[in-house]
């Protein structure tokens, strides 16, 4: 009843391209965010930073990362574990090279790396669309991960073929290696996906987000009224990599701590991230967010049922997660294919107008 | 003031502003167009017409770009235009509507008709990013610009609906609206009034004079109602099977023979 | 002949059978495409699917024991019998038919009229689900599968081709696995069969008349959703068949439905409607990997054939996306 549009009128054009047009949904994010940076750090243990806390604030710059390019700009990725894995080593890279260098920087720094990686491999989009575009970004996936496996520079000889990450911590706290603590590495994700998420916000409500939009919906209509495609697709490619980029670093640095790349940055991330944003919903930042938590928490959720309270074996309660995330893809591609977000916005446009729909 | 304007500055009203010149077409065998010339003078309504499968269509994606000839020249603003893109040629002030809807599905009306706008807006990345300073500056002094045209065209009610959700003829409005949004120096109508009821097509009529008188657009229109051709347009080129059959006044088309036999349907030779 | 070109001529044979492999799993991928328009991503998954379950019927595997026993404390695992490969195959034949009218009632139905990409999400999670189920059902051990075909190095052509190399250097024949000829063969049978049933059959025509224009054949009373089941269940047996060649080569595992996601390369070099497209594009992947992992493979370190058809499809889109045999697209507006 006090969520309402009426009232909170909008005077100058500047208020209505605000981050949060509405009241109710400003105050909402200043609360929530409150929250996590003051209130959060204080009560979470271990096994809440390593099984839910950390996995989804990276795997929300993820899909952040892919929604720009696939749910915005319309360019189906199948690459994201190839990139992810890319920032990892670029990440474990410029921390061997340069110790000194402060660690949020380094973060960035893959980012960048990433991002030029990503356009490279974003090249085809400008003769090719649809699952065509799919299919060669498989190219990045298997190509990169088996770059990082084969060529011994990139994990610095190691004999295991492991990389692992040093100790680099900022204001005398401790964020990556053994000695991190929960709180800490917490916050610094935190930190990122804030700033990212806002960036994102920022770039897909001005000209280059309507630019990928117009590719998306009609790219041969967008070019002739002025959209530059190259720019267009190669921008997305770039900001997404970068986005994925920052969240692989994350991964290897702040999370794992010590990768395999095979392991951790297979085709199966790839399709996990892109699930994230088709349950979440192709085309909105909130969505990211919805997908990543969700795919984050089903499984721990299923994992606690069946194996901690019913005692089933592990693979068992691997199999059904399996068939669980397939299951749920297609029921929401069925049911609802702007995903968990355009639920949460029906239920919104429903509230603003209650009780008086019409 | 964007490449287009500033192209186009020099050529006054009633002077030539686009030549084409011996423009022949074709796709694998199927010849589309075959050595078509006429040329368009700024300030000017000039409609091209003919029957189904003329190559209207085709003469417009020639202009805008879209389509590359096999054989002649497109002169704009004086210049021989060579090897240029489709979006290169949006930013030298020509926009134009689409016979079959092309309005971009997902977004809103607001944010089609920005999208029209973004021959006119060049902040760089970074600004965008962080949204402060000049990227922000940008977006508010072309949204104002934007809202003439949401004014001009009466759509203020449907700024935030998805344009998907809109019944056609808004669409075809909108369309129009995203085209204005560049100021073009010269639009291209496809069809606007195509599936439109007698009602709607005075509407778009007026809105076409409106914007030829107000912002001294020149139009160029393919349109299938011959009332409302010879009604708004100074003068029309006739295309049949991809040649070229009369150019001249209404006055002058109304009388001319080949025209009539097209239309009419007398066999070809 | 000197024993480097004998190599060579090795190489090419072996990537000529690879390739046939590659185009078995295409051609499952070509059928549904050309009828419904959907790129099935999980063909691959499909093939795991019916090698598990061909394997697990043939050995009379309890299915979903795990399951059972965890939640019932029992201690199934065999029914105590062990079929004739025959019976077995007759049998998941009959389960792939059952999962083609799950398929269609349950998911295309469903998602009719909807975008292509959406559809191929669509089949991702699909691929997901099954590989999911499979292993529930069957267990994710790797198993053997034996339905008795030849195995092992063909040693008449060893003996054959051993005196073709110069005298006095160091060459011991030509190394073909007799399971990748008897591939090639049941690859050839596959096709001929298909080709003739959709030229002469009734089906068949409704079949062609569907992947030309779905509207035009509704409207003779083609009925699309049987076409579509239809459709699915000659897939899945193409997948079988396809399940049973890699499955009896390197036994069946997960790794099983990623060699099968090579099919999607070999379609973008033949494009994604033309069965001849298919087999002739997985004979330049098959060969062109092989190749390339003979000569250039050990100078950057090996195991090329993970990436090289993807990069290989991903040059050739660049530089004519229409595939091989496709028409120069011309666009509209």
Redesign the interface.
């Known amino acids: 009843m006090f969520y309402r549009q009426a009232g909170d009128f909008k005077t100058t054009y500047r208020d209505d391209i605000q981050t949060f047009p509405l009241k109710q949904d400003r105050w909402g994010y200043y609360i929530v965010l409150a929250i996590a940076f003051l209130v959060v750090p204080f009560f979470i243990n271990d096994y809440w930073t390593s099984a839910v806390m950390l996995p989804f604030l990276i795997y929300a710059i993820a899909a952040l990362g892919l929604n720009i390019l696939t749910g915005y700009c319309g360019q ?1 990725s199948l690459g994201t574990g190839g990139f992810l894995a890319v920032g990892a080593y670029g990440c474990y890279k410029i921390m061997t090279s340069f110790p000194d260098l402060n660690i949020f920087v380094v973060v960035l720094l893959s980012g960048l790396i990433t991002a030029a990686v990503g356009m490279l491999f974003g ?2 989009s400008l ?2 669309k ?3 575009l ?3 970004t ?2 990045a ?3 990169l ?2 770059l990082f ?3 011994p520079w990139f994990y610095n000889n190691s004999a295991s073929g492991q990389i692992s990450s040093p100790e680099r911590s900022m204001f005398g706290y401790a964020i990556t290696g053994p000695n991190a603590d929960a709180p800490v590495r917490y916050l610094f994700c935190l930190t990122l996906l804030v700033m990212l998420a806002w960036v994102a916000r920022n770039l897909t409500r001005g000209r280059l987000g309507r630019s990928w939009m117009a590719i998306r919906d009609m790219d ?2 967008a070019e ?1 009224i002025g959209v530059n495609p190259l720019r267009s697709k190669l921008s997305a490619f770039a900001v997404s990599s970068f986005f994925i980029g920052v969240a692989g670093a994350l991964f290897f640095s702040v999370y794992l701590g010590a990768v395999e790349v095979g392991e951790a940055f297979g ?1 199966n991330q790839s ?1 996990l991230v ?2 994230m944003i ?1 349950i979440g919903g192709l085309g909105s930042i909130f969505g990211s967010f919805v997908g990543a938590a969700f795919l984050v928490l089903v499984p721990v959720l299923l994992k606690n049922i069946m194996v901690n309270w ?4 592990t ?2 309660a ?13 029921v929401f ?2 049911a609802e ?1 702007h995903g968990l977000a355009q639920l949460w916005r029906l239920a919104k446009d429903k509230f603003l107008l209650w009780p008086f729909p019409h | 003031m964007n490449i287009g304007s500033k192209m186009a500055s020099n050529i006054q009203p009633g002077e030539e502003l686009l030549r084409i010149e011996n423009i022949s077409l074709s ?2 065998g199927v010849k589309a167009l075959t050595e078509v010339s006429f040329d368009i003078k700024r300030g000017e309504v000039r409609a091209i017409i003919g029957p189904n499968g003329a190559g209207k ?1 085709s003469m417009l ?1 020639v202009i805008n770009g ?1 389509y590359h000839p096999q054989v002649g020249e497109v002169w704009y603003c004086g210049q021989k235009r060579k090897g240029l893109k489709p979006f290169q040629i949006a930013h030298q002030g020509i926009a134009r509507t ?3 809807i ?1 309005l971009f599905k997902g977004m809103s009306t607001l944010d089609n008709i920005m999208t029209g706008r973004s021959t006119h807006m060049r902040a760089n990345m970074l600004s965008q990013a962080i949204w402060r300073g000049a990227a922000e500056k940008e977006e508010i002094k072309n949204r104002r610009f934007v809202e003439e045209i949401i004014d001009f065209l009466e759509i203020q009610s449907i700024r935030k609906t998805p344009v998907g959700r809109l019944p056609y003829g808004l669409q075809k409005r909108v369309e129009l609206g995203r085209a204005l949004a560049a100021e073009p120096v010269l639009l291209l109508l496809d069809e606007p009034m195509a599936g439109m009821n007698v009602e709607e097509k005075e509407d778009m009529s007026r809105f076409i004079l409106d914007v030829q008188s107000e912002f001294g657009t020149t139009i160029a229109i393919i349109e299938h109602d011959m009332g409302v051709v010879m009604d708004i347009s100074d003068r029309l080129v006739v295309l049949d099977y991809g040649k070229k059959i009369g150019d001249g006044t209404p006055e002058e088309i109304r009388n001319n023979q080949a025209v009539i036999d097209a239309y009419l349907g007398v066999p070809h030779e | 002949m000197s024993p480097e070109i004998l190599y060579t001529a090795e190489v090419i044979l072996n990537g000529l059978m690879a390739g046939v492999m590659y185009a078995l799993v295409a051609l499952g991928f070509v059928l549904i495409f050309k009828a419904s328009g959907i ?1 099935n991503y999980a063909q691959g998954v499909m093939a795991l699917f019916a090698a598990m379950t061909l394997v697990g019927i043939q050995n009379g595997q309890v299915p979903f024991s ?2 059972i026993n ?2 019932f404390g029992t201690q199934l695992h065999h029914f105590g019998w062990h079929l004739p490969a025959i019976v077995a195959i007759l049998l998941t034949v009959v389960v792939m038919i059952i999962f083609a009218i799950l398929v269609e009632r ?2 295309l139905k ?2 009719v009229n ?1 975008e ?3 559809l ?3 089949t ?10 499979g ?2 059902m069957w267990g ?1 051990e790797i198993k053997v599968l034996d339905v008795g075909l030849p195995k092992g190095a063909s040693l008449a052509l060893e003996e054959y081709t051993v005196g073709w190399a110069t005298e006095g250097s160091q060459y011991y024949g030509m190394y073909v696995d007799k399971l990748d000829m008897v591939a090639a063969l049941v690859a050839i049978a596959l096709v001929i069969t298909l080709s003739l049933f959709s030229q002469y059959t009734k089906t068949g025509r409704a079949l062609r008349a569907v992947a030309d224009d779905h509207q035009a054949a509704l409207s003779v009373g083609i009925s699309l959703r049987k076409i579509w089941v239809i459709t699915w269940c000659i897939a899945g047996v193409v997948a079988m068949v396809a399940g049973v060649m890699w499955g009896s080569k390197s036994g069946v595992q997960f790794s099983l439905s ?1 060699i099968a ?1 090579k099919a ?2 070999v ?2 070099l033949g494009g994604f409607t033309s069965i001849p497209g298919a087999i002739i594009g997985g004979l330049i992947i098959g060969v062109g990997e092989k190749l390339f992992e003979y000569s250039i493979g050990p100078m ?5 054939e ?2 090289f058809a ?2 290989l ?2 040059f050739f ?2 530089f004519r ?1 229409q595939g091989l045999f496709g028409d ?1 697209i ?2 509209r ?1």
């Open positions: 189906v090249i085809p003769r090719i649809g699952f065509y799919a299919v060669a498989l190219a996936q298997f190509f991960v088996w496996n084969k060529v041969i209509a002739i085709i399709f892109l699930f088709i019913l005692g089933w074996p693979d068992i691997v199999h059904i997660e399996f068939m669980v995330i397939g299951g749920l893809i297609i591609l069925i294919p | 796709f694998g269509s994606n879209f689409f016979q079959n092309a | 790129f795990h399951l965890a939640v349950l998911v469903h998602l909807q292509p990409i959406i191929f999400m669509a991702i999670g699909l691929a997901y689900f099954m590989e999911g189920f292993d529930l994710s990623l996601l999607l390369p379609l973008i950057i370190g090996g195991a090329t993970n990436w993807y990069v499809a991903l889109l660049v996306p120069k011309i666009e507006v």
